[in-house]
């Protein structure tokens, strides 16, 4: 998946990116940057607003999930963070911490980690709260 980098927020390593998919939908991931520590107020010199990042979505540190038979959505109501809820939809299991899921994000399916144990069936809609993370390719502009 590719996004355009519209924001950067930073915090030592930590990024917060306010990003536009391919299909012009607006979200913020979160990632690490290793290869740059930054102080407050300083500008990153590896990333920058309009460059494409290379990557795959995940959600992450999911400590809330139930059946939610709703329509696939997602929201994230707080400024420059990629705090996340959504309904999705399982399309398989990964392990009993983690499962491949359907959204209205991006077309492709992603993964979701939970903090604990879950036993959800596979087309099972569930609410999840978590954070929007954003996995880099390597051999990418870094």
Do not use: W
């Not at 979701?112 to 390597?138: H, P």
């Amino acid at each position: 998946m590719e996004l355009k980098i519209i924001n950067i927020c930073t915090d030592g390593y930590e990024r917060f990116v306010d990003a536009e998919t391919e299909d012009k939908k607006r979200i913020i991931v979160h990632f690490l940057e290793y290869k740059e520590y930054i102080d407050y107020k300083k500008k990153s010199e590896l990333k920058f607003v309009g460059d494409i990042i290379k990557g795959a979505l995940r959600i992450d540190l999911v400590t809330v999930s139930y059946i939610e038979n709703g329509e696939l959505m997602f929201e994230q109501p707080y400024k420059h963070s990629s705090h996340i809820r959504a309904i999705v939809e399982v399309k398989k299991t990964a392990d009993e911490f983690s499962l491949y899921v359907k959204t209205n994000i991006c077309d492709e399916d992603i993964l979701v980690e939970f903090e604990n144990k879950v036993k959800y069936a596979i087309n099972d809609r569930i609410y999840v709260v978590g954070s929007l993370e954003f996995d880099i390719m390597v051999g990418t502009k870094d």
